[in-house]
């Protein structure tokens, strides 16, 4: 055999070795790639995305997207030509799995933690397109959820209305652990709560609850290192009572990342006219009760998956401008937001054709 071929083919089966030895090495790595786009002004599976009632709402056309990123799984385990095809992949992302899932998060835990923060930044859409509009929404800060085996179990119950601590009134969540963690761990501190119970009758019965109790917790100490610090082994979030019902129908979607897009969308439902005048605008961002846009991951796979729908602007949280600007896909043309005011303000532009002055994402943000 010529030494030629014999190179060429001893070259090959060595190819043909690492490839295949390739298949079975594992690797700490996990894939992102573009996910699913919806438009929060259409139908999903059959049915609108938003659905509103007990209120005047209008016709609104056009494409306010929500955009999404699939990942592998907890419990995938990506081999070494996975990897690599991925970091040469313009469409896909290869990121460290502790990235996705830090310390040891399991698949079942993931899920249901995208669940709650997906239920939440519904909640906080609603409240910040209605404060938006100057409609009044009522809220109040809630036990969201009850830590296994701490001292709260038991005394405590996820939907308790959280009045005071310690006799100082509670205004947000962030109050209720500030209060806490004046305590030393074993000291004890005083909640006063409407029970869940008594609060779900009185929203059944349109009324406001006024009957209250006391509860003494003897504090332990908190797991993450420090020993002085007191916990109880609760969580605080925020519940709210709407004037009229307004609900998303949008299933196997987790996270808070269509915050923004989702607030918007309730906005142009319930006024004239249409927001983005026809326009294909999609985009993403966190949103709290006060209409702050916040970051999330995954923003070149979001910008990626919207271009490939169609979208011609893309609406993209100030702190993820510098990621988005480094590879921006072609024809989409990024408007850096921070509040759902500047939304507003870019969709207005966007309307009248005026697009000179967008706010810009850059490299340096």
Known sequence: MPRRTATMLASTLMLIALLCAGVFIPVPYSEMSPGPTVNTLGDHDGEPVLQISGHKTYAASGHLNMTTVRVTSADYKMNLVEAVYGWLAHDYKVVPHDTLYPNGKTEQQSTQENAEEFSQSQESAKVAAL?????????????????????????????????????????????????????????????????????????????????????????????????????????????????????????????????LMFALGIYDKLTPGDLTAGKFVAGTGTIDDTGKVGPIGGIEMKTVGARSKGAQYFLTPAENCAAAAKDTPGGLRLVKVNTIADALGALKDIRSGDTAALPKCTTKG
């Open 131 to 259: 404060k938006e509009l100057n409609i009044p929404v009522k809220s109040w800060v809630i036990v969201s959820t009850v830590v296994k085996d701490s001292p709260a179990e038991g005394r405590l119950h996820a939907g308790d209305v959280i009045k005071a601590v310690d006799g100082t009134a509670v205004k947000q969540p962030t109050d209720v652990a500030k209060l806490v963690t004046k305590h030393q761990p074993g000291q004890n501190v005083v909640f006063t709560v409407v029970p869940a119970k008594d609060q779900a009758a009185a929203e059944k019965a349109n009324k406001t609850a006024t009957s209250t109790e006391d509860i003494t917790i003897k504090t332990a100490t908190s797991d993450d290192g420090d020993p002085k610090r007191a916990i109880v082994g609760i969580s605080a979030g925020t519940d709210h009572t709407f004037p009229f019902s307004i609900d998303i129908k949008l299933a196997d979607v987790g996270g808070p990342s269509a915050g």
